[in-house]
């Protein structure tokens, strides 16, 4: 199972808004809605962002977004701040004989 | 709080075995599969595979399938990771994870702080 696909990289200034996408396949991304986004500071581990493609557990701001079209789900971040600079993360549920496939990762710089 | 504590940072010489811990609490931890993920240096997360304390059912990425072996101990709370014979490639960074769903589909929302693995000779 390869891994989805993710941007490298993405920057954006303060303020501005920044959409990060994950492509898989009608296997993973598109044939489930347990598409999840985590964000992951250097040295840190993960942080639930999104969950569920759209849903945002509490505590995450409103900023953060998530939805999906066909095969690629998309977690857009907007009135982007400092701290948002992080690397993120896409998973999606593979079905029972792979179960979870991540994402490559996205750098998020904020300029 | 719900909790997950990972054993500290390791290193072993190639060849030698290991077994890491994750200990849960602030929530019932026979209820709740657990995962496992790595991040090798400067890498991606990977899933690994994942088991139900309740009953040991363990799942598998076809990926870790005979290269790690994955158990609970449901009186302490507590999930391991093990090698049985470590390889420098095994260097890495590994989180354990809980679900909140099954192994047919859910999310891993609360993260441990991570095990170091280092193994070099």
């Known amino acids: 199972q390869s891994a989805l696909t993710q941007p490298r990289s993405v920057s954006g200034s303060p303020g501005q808004s920044v959409t990060i996408s994950c492509t898989g396949t009608?296997?993973?991304?598109?044939?489930?809605?347990?598409v999840t986004w985590y964000q992951q500071h250097s040295g840190k581990a993960p942080k639930l962002m999104i969950y569920?493609?759209?849903k945002r557990p509490s505590g995450v701001p409103d900023r953060f977004s998530g939805s999906k079209s066909g095969n690629t789900a998309s977690l857009t971040i907007s009135g982007l701040q400092g701290e948002d600079e992080a690397d993120y993360y896409c998973?999606?549920?593979?079905?029972?004989?792979?179960?979870?496939?991540f994402g490559g990762g996205t750098k998020l710089t904020v300029l | 709080e719900v909790q997950l504590v990972q054993s500290g940072a390791e290193v072993k010489k190639p060849g030698e075995s290991l077994k890491i811990s994750c200990k849960g609490s602030?929530?019932?931890?026979?209820?709740?599969?657990i995962g496992w993920v790595r991040q090798m240096p400067g890498k991606g997360l990977e899933w690994m595979g994942i088991?139900?304390?309740?009953?040991?059912?363990?799942r598998y990425s076809p990926s870790f399938q005979g290269q790690v072996t994955i158990s609970a101990d449901k009186s302490i709370s507590t999930a391991y990771l093990q090698w049985s014979s470590l390889k420098a490639s095994d260097t890495a960074m590994y989180y354990c994870?809980?679900?909140?769903?099954?192994?047919?589909?859910?999310?891993?929302?609360?993260w441990g702080q991570g095990t170091l693995v280092t193994v070099s000779s």
């Open positions: 994870a809980r679900l909140t769903g099954t192994f047919r589909g859910g999310t891993f929302d609360y």
């Open positions: 602030g929530y019932s931890f026979t209820s709740y599969w």
């Open positions: 088991i139900y304390p309740g009953d040991s059912d363990t």
């Open positions: 009608s296997s993973d991304v598109g044939g489930y809605s347990f």
């Open positions: 569920d493609v759209s």
């Open positions: 998973c999606s549920y593979g079905g029972t004989n792979i179960n979870w496939v």
